[in-house]
């Protein structure tokens, strides 16, 4: 076995987080309780809790290209072809984008399609694709 990460996040309502994750991303569901909600993301194990309360502020955000990136945010690294598929489902499940699909580095080492837009509870996603997977981590 890989190693696998696991990141917990808030969210606001269990129902909507399932609809968001299994039916729009296409996660498959692991474990779930009263209070909480587990999905395979990308082959990584990902729990939500129900805690409304935890979205009682403004997320901050940095900038980056021009544009306001939200601090806080998880995704995932995915295959060109996977990257383009899902932005596709996106803009047909007609998503809000925090900042549209484009792509970063256009020509040059470390190029990159990127992506970020919200779960319903409004935790910030972003999805990437490098061109050559091994200039992941280029400097």
């Given at each position: 076995m890989t190693s696998v990460f696991h990141l917990a996040y808030p969210v606001k309502d269990?129902?909507?987080?399932?609809?968001?994750?299994?039916?729009?991303?296409?996660?498959?569901?692991g474990r779930e309780a009263d209070t909480w909600i587990d999905f395979d993301f990308f082959?990584?194990?990902?729990?939500?809790h129900v805690k409304p309360e935890a979205f009682s502020s403004v997320e901050p955000t940095n900038p980056v290209d021009g544009k306001n990136v939200p601090v806080r945010h998880f995704g995932a690294v995915l295959r060109w072809d996977e990257w383009h598929d899902l932005k596709a489902r996106l803009?047909?499940?007609?998503?809000?984008?925090?900042?549209e699909p484009y792509i970063r580095f256009k020509g040059e080492t470390g190029?990159?399609?990127?992506?970020?837009?919200?779960?319903?509870?409004?935790?910030?996603?972003?999805?990437?694709?490098?061109?050559?997977?091994?200039?992941i981590f280029a400097t």
């Open positions: 269990k129902e909507e987080t399932r609809a968001f994750y299994a039916g729009v991303l296409g996660c498959n569901q082959g990584h194990q990902v729990s939500f803009i047909e499940a007609k998503t809000d984008f925090v900042i190029e990159q399609a990127t992506m970020f837009f919200l779960d319903p509870s409004g935790n910030a996603l972003e999805f990437k694709s490098f061109k050559d997977p091994n200039q």
